[in-house]
């Protein structure tokens, strides 16, 4: 069983809709990390969470430590959205520390 | 501000050759982490180098190496490449003693292709 595992692998979804991906760790966290990865490999980081929850723009993440789950949300999806999102679960201590990752849930906005 | 910076884009090497990765950290970042990123799959951990030195490792055989220069760039080396070393390897650049961020930062990677 994967520390971390992303659900679901692939979304498919029409403009507009509000999208989730969901996350689930095993391991001791210091802090959850969102990342964007597009074709071609670049990843940027999108948000780093220990509690509660963070917005930016259209994204909102959430993290429940209690549960250990953590779920990302985009409104008003975009073509433009397109990409594969990862959940990373950073290190015991600090967020800095190494990271472990999930498979990634690949998401495709239709116009 | 430029931020991470890895050379080369794309690498092709053949079985048994060596390899070596570069990445330039983020300024103000004194931390850098390696990943290997199979295709269709998430990153996995390689290493960390702070202060010159390897800080943390991840379930890698000894053929990958790394250094960190006193300028906080780095190098991966892979010795005896393997068919199952192709991959994108990916560098985070962060800061532990400088300027403390809990947020990694990723350059865009090099494809090493293994024929």
């Known amino acids: 069983k994967n520390e971390v595992e992303q659900s679901p692998q692939n979304l498919t979804a029409q403009e507009g809709e509000f999208i989730t991906i969901n996350c689930s760790y095993s391991?001791?966290?210091?802090?959850l990390h969102w990342l964007q990865q597009h074709p071609g490999g670049g990843i940027v980081s999108l948000f780093m969470?220990?509690?509660g929850k963070k917005k930016h723009g259209r994204l909102i993440a959430t993290i429940n430590i209690q549960e250990k789950h953590s779920s990302l949300h985009i409104t008003a999806s975009h073509p433009r959205d397109s990409a594969v999102y990862i959940c990373?679960?950073?290190?015991?201590?600090?967020?800095?520390?190494?990271?472990?990752f999930g498979t990634g849930t690949r998401l495709t906005i239709i116009p | 501000d430029a931020g991470v910076t890895q050379s080369p884009t794309h690498l092709i090497k053949t079985r048994g050759q060596q390899v070596t990765l570069r990445c330039s950290p983020k300024?103000?970042?004194?931390?850098v982490s390696w990943y290997q990123q199979a295709l269709g799959q998430g990153p996995q951990f390689i290493f960390q180098?702070?202060?010159?030195?390897?800080?943390q490792r991840g379930n890698f055989p000894d053929r990958f190496s790394g250094h960190q220069f006193p300028n906080y760039s780095s190098e991966l080396n892979v010795n005896a490449l393997l068919l199952g070393d192709s991959a994108l390897y990916l560098c985070?650049?962060?800061?532990?003693?400088?300027?403390?961020?809990?947020?990694?930062?990723f350059g865009p990677g090099t494809r090493l292709t293994v024929l």
């Open positions: 300024s103000g970042h004194d931390t």
């Open positions: 180098y702070y202060e010159e030195e390897e800080r």
């Open positions: 391991v001791g966290i210091s802090a």
């Open positions: 985070a650049s962060s800061s532990i003693g400088l300027a403390h961020t809990d947020t990694q930062y």
């Open positions: 990373a679960a950073g290190g015991m201590c600090f967020g800095n520390e190494k990271l472990t």
């Open positions: 969470l220990s509690s």
